[in-house]
T-cell receptor, first 113, second 110 residues
Framework: EAQVTQNPRYLITVTGKKLTVTCSQN?????MSWYRQDPGLGLRQIYY???????DKGDVPEGYKVSRKEKRNFPLILESPSPNQTSLYFC????????????FGSGTQLSVL | GDSVTQMEGPVTLSEEAFLTINCTYT??????LFWYVQYPGEGLQLLLK?????DKGSNKGFEATYRKETTSFHLEKGSVQVSDSAVYFC?????????FGTGTRLQVFP
């Protein structure tokens, strides 16, 4: 089954404790992206990657890191989480720049205390 | 920059009622337009799309027409069901990303 898998589904952590949210897709997609969803703000792009070893900042990259060492994986790293990073995070992927066929993961609800 | 504005929710309807969710956009070019749906506890799914002016996207009884003159892409359905309860996002394509509206929650009661 074609899917984008995120883990964990829920995460509660404390300020400053490094964490990683994993994202994996099994569709051989070149393009992968991270969004955060906040009430009243919709979805905002954090980082995206056009292919292996190619990553770029989105609209709200501060406080986040990503890596793309393999085509299928695109982890989101919070080196020193802060309470304003409490949010619902979505990973998405598609072929090339074909935004018309974005596949989304089920989301990761992060709470930073 | 490009942006999308949606009507605020929640929208509360009885089953079989007519649905309209308004969406307007601001863009320098001629982007593709989309409606995504998010069911409780799930990620977003593409509902329908339109790639140029006057195109009508349709899926599962939902429709939206790309109106360049009014810069709008309103979502409509003639008869909603309880199973349509979800959050609906209007979006436009902007090079390497989608720009989303804030989402509109639809609640349908029997």
């Amino acid at each position: 089954e074609a899917q984008v898998t995120q883990n964990p589904r829920y995460l509660i952590t404390v300020t400053g404790k490094k964490l990683t949210v994993t994202c994996s897709q099994n569709m051989n997609h070149e393009y992968m992206s991270w969004y955060r969803q906040d009430p009243g703000l919709g979805l905002r792009q954090i980082y995206y990657s056009m292919n292996v070893e190619v990553t770029d900042k989105g609209d709200v990259p501060e406080g986040y890191k990503v890596s793309r060492k393999e085509k299928r994986n695109f982890p989101l790293i919070l080196e020193s989480p802060s309470p304003n990073q409490t949010s619902l995070y979505f990973c998405a992927s598609s072929f090339g720049r074909d935004n018309e066929k974005l596949f989304f993961g089920s989301g990761t609800q992060l709470s930073v205390l | 920059g490009d942006s999308v504005t949606q009507m605020e929710g929640p929208v509360t309807l009885s089953e079989e009622a007519f649905l309209t969710i308004n969406c307007t956009y601001t863009a320098t070019g001629y982007p593709s337009l989309f409606w995504y749906v998010q069911y409780p506890g799930e990620g977003l799914q593409l509902l329908l799309k339109a790639t140029k002016a006057d195109d009508k996207g349709s899926n599962k009884g939902f429709e939206a027409t790309y109106r360049k003159e009014t810069t709008s892409f309103h979502l409509e359905k003639g008869s909603v069901q309880v199973s349509d309860s979800a959050v609906y996002f209007c979006a436009l394509s902007d090079s390497d990303k989608l720009i989303f509206g804030t989402g509109t929650r639809l609640q349908v009661f029997p």
